[in-house]
């Protein structure tokens, strides 16, 4: 088989990611229940693309009160294996992300961050597991997780102090 064909064989077996949620178009559909988390859109040049920044104050009592809500461009997940992002937090942190299922169960993942650089997280959704904390009325926990139809997606700094991050398009991949 000539070269070519290998390199276009490889290509065509490739699934392009699915965005869950982009920021191309401003903050839309992006919210926070704080009124002193602030957000706004901006592109950043060292990657290249739009960016979410997220200025977040210490946490208070509430204990979704720094969380950051987007809706969900493609609420069928189904194909995909991963949620994809790049970070870049302005001091190491513990981000918490979650979504709800098509059963009303809210599922969360947490990973470690460092500080002052960007990095590529991927978060494998056979991994993530039922909130231990909080789970809406009417969840139906027990069932499997179900991924065909998530409206919603969420993050929050999981620190003990003020700060800021920028956050690039969430993605579905594989």
Known sequence: MRLDAVVLAGALSVQPALVIHGFDDGPY????????????????TSIGQTVLLVDYPEPTNDPAGRDVRCTVDNPN?????AIAFQVKPDHPLRLSLSFIDRNGVAYTAWTDLKGGEWQAVRIPIDEIRPNPYFQPPGAKTGLPIDVSEVRMIAFAPQDKSAGRLKITTLLLSQ
């Open 29 to 44: 559909g992006v919210s926070a229940t704080n009124p002193y988390v602030r957000l706004s859109v901006t592109p950043d």
């Open 77 to 81: 997940w189904t194909a995909g294996k």
